[in-house]
């Protein structure tokens, strides 16, 4: 199965920017291992300068087969700057965990020449594929790029497989199936009412009565003052909107032209 060994998250620019570089480190993978040994597999993300509108990586995420269960993952470790790391894994605080879109690791890796190298192996083989890898930061994700790792459980071979025994096979063939397909056609007869229920009005002030001055005006030795009152209200109108929903008697029509058959012949 094809898949990638590299995924480049700092090529996929947009918003805060998380500009890490995932690679599967081939050479110190044990992908196909020998019967009774585990799995193991590796990987080193590593920071790219020259990008702008960065963040820090706070998590690394591994899309691996969600089949896989916390007693099949062993031997974790993670590096960072060439600095090993206290891995806590299956503990009431930990910094690796089995979530269900796979294996995360919540350590900071800075944007500024930060290396992280993690391992880990399962006790059960997987086929290599294309899993999804994220990457996680100070108010930022990236999504969407796929690398290799754990894509669905390898099966076991028969244990009596005895393909290269000399001994005469034989095998029994259903020779001839019949089919019969009935065809029917069920229909429910609906009615929709359509009720609105009004209610009266609520009216209430917000805030205080404001009085804003008008124009002063003289009139044969009178003085006319003019004034605005004016008040900010709130007003509620409550409205119900119901549907009534009737449904008549089952209509069930049996389609005999639409009927099928099929199988070989006599």
């Known amino acids: 199965m094809a898949y990638n060994t590299i995924a480049d998250y700092s090529k996929v620019l947009g918003g805060r920017n998380l500009p890490f570089l995932v ?17 193991k597999y590796c990987y080193t993300v590593t920071a790219i300068s020259g990008v702008s509108n960065t963040g820090n990586m706070d998590s690394f995420l591994l899309g691996i087969d969600p089949s896989i269960t916390p007693d099949q993952i062993e031997n974790i470790t993670v590096t ?16 690796v965990r089995l979530v269900s879109s796979g294996l995360r690791f919540d350590f900071e890796v800075s944007r500024s ?11 059960s083989a997987y086929e290599v594929g294309p899993i999804p890898v994220s990457l996680y930061g100070e108010e930022a994700s990236k999504t969407g790029l796929t690398i290799g790792g754990p ?19 034989c095998f029994e063939i259903d020779a001839c199936k019949r089919f019969g397909v009935k065809v029917f056609e069920f229909s429910v007869p609906v009615s929709i009412k359509p009720i609105v229920i ?8 917000l805030g205080d009565l404001r009085i804003e001055p008008g124009k002063k005006e003289c009139h044969d030795g ?3 003052f003019d004034f605005t009152l004016a008040q900010k209200i709130s007003v509620k109108t409550p409205v119900e909107f119901i549907v009534k929903t009737c449904y008549d008697k089952l209509c069930v029509e049996e389609r ?11």
């Open 23 to 39: 690679e599967l480190d081939v050479p110190n993978c044990i992908l196909n291992p020998s019967a009774g040994s585990n799995q």
């Open 80 to 95: 960072i700057n060439g600095s090993g790391k206290t891995v806590r894994f299956g503990t009431s605080s930990p910094n």
């Open 113 to 123: 020449n930060g290396v992280m190298e993690i391992c880990f192996e399962l006790t």
């Open 151 to 169: 894509f669905s459980l390898l099966m076991d071979p028969d244990p009596e497989d005895d393909s290269d025994s000399d001994e005469k096979k």
């Open 198 to 205: 009004t209610h009266e009005p609520e009216v209430r002030c």
């Open 222 to 224: 009178r003085e006319d």
């Open 256 to 266: 005999k032209d639409e009927d099928e058959t099929g199988g070989c012949e006599d």
